[in-house]
T-cell receptor, first 108, second 117 residues
Framework: LAKTTQPISMDSYEGQEVNITCSHNNIATNDYITWYQQFPSQGPRFIIQGYKTKVTNEVASLFIPADRKSSTLSLPRVSLSDTAVYYCLIYNFNKFYFGSGTKLNVKP | GAVVSQHPSWVICKSGTSVKIECRSLDFQATTMFWYRQFPKQSLMLMATSNEGSKATYEQGVEKDKFLINHASLTLSTLTVTSAHPEDSSFYIC?????????????FGDGTRLSIL
């Protein structure tokens, strides 16, 4: 199963765009890339998922280069409420293995 | 959207007690559900895959006799921590998705905080 590597933590200020990059060098052909957000004492919440190129929804964008060995989650104009842990996961056949995640701290 | 519910959200009990945690898919059926454990300031660790109508599949290092999983129906899986001890105190989370033959993302419950005194 592909292992993911993310920065342990990041700081940002309100209103800024935040980009969190995840490395997954041994991603397989059938694997998808998924990002989750987790607040303390809550279950992870789905943010976005993609296979290649760019995916955008109402809360984030996901950029995946052609080799798919990395991906970047982009959060536009973050607010204090975006302070959370963000997990990048590679999966197929439903099994998820969580990496260490990135603790995003948004400051006023 | 799809909702996964867990009950209870918090339980405190004495050492040696067995504790049951329920995971329900509220608006969809799930033949497969997953159970995770999360210690403070750590990531989620997959414990087992719960299969409706058959035995659960446990990850390496997880004691199947300690963590009993029953997937009695297409909307309910239960995790029973038997003879719980303080080291079993943790945050337990379940997940499921609507279409297991697709790449639909997992929906997670809001977790159960287990504290063993």
């Amino acid at each position: 199963l592909a292992k993911t590597t993310q920065p342990i933590s990041m700081d940002s200020y309100e209103g800024q765009e935040v980009n969190i990059t995840c490395s997954h060098n041994n991603i397989a052909t059938n694997d998808y890339i998924t990002w989750y957000q987790q607040f303390p004492s809550q279950g992870p919440r789905f943010i976005i998922q993609g296979y290649k190129t760019k995916v955008t929804n109402e809360v984030a964008s996901l950029f995946i280069p052609a080799d798919r060995k990395s991906s970047t989650l982009s959060l536009p104009r973050v607010s204090l409420s975006d302070t959370a842990v963000y997990y990048c996961l590679i999966y197929n056949f439903n099994k998820f293995y969580f990496g260490s995640g990135t603790k995003l701290n948004v400051k006023p | 959207g799809a909702v996964v519910s867990q009950h209870p959200s918090w339980v405190i009990c004495k050492s040696g007690t067995s504790v049951k945690i329920e995971c329900r898919s509220l608006d969809f059926q799930a033949t497969t559900m997953f159970w995770y454990r999360q210690f403070p300031k750590q990531s989620l660790m997959l414990m087992a895959t719960s299969n409706e109508g058959s035995k659960a599949t446990y990850e390496q290092g997880v004691e199947k006799d300690k963590f009993l999983i029953n997937h009695a129906s297409l909307t309910l899986s239960t995790l029973t921590v038997t003879s719980a001890h303080p080291e079993d105190s943790s945050f337990y989370i379940c997940s499921a998705n609507e279409d297991e033959d697709s790449v639909q993302p997992q929906h997670f419950g809001d977790g159960t905080r287990l504290s063993i005194l």
